[in-house]
């Protein structure tokens, strides 16, 4: 499972290998994962492991070019 999320230092992305309680109750977990923000967190399930690695890619790409815009 991944989590990325963003906080007022920047960044920040955690691989980790062990589920998320909340995601226990997703159609997929293995493909579960958590963007959080600071007013709230997003579960989001993709369709397939590339496409899990896509969407990932560009929420992380995202927010770094965010983060330079806000510089």
Not at 31 to 40: A, I, M, N, P
Request: proline share 7%.
């Amino acid at each position: 499972m991944n989590y990325c999320y963003s906080n007022r230092h920047g960044l920040l992305v955690s691989h980790t290998t062990t589920q998320c309680p909340l995601c226990e109750g997703s159609p997929n977990p293995s493909l579960t994962f958590s963007v959080k923000t600071h007013d709230r967190v997003y579960y989001m399930v993709a369709p397939s492991p590339e496409a899990m690695r896509i969407w990932m890619d560009v929420i992380v790409t995202g927010a770094e070019g965010y983060t330079q815009f806000m510089v």
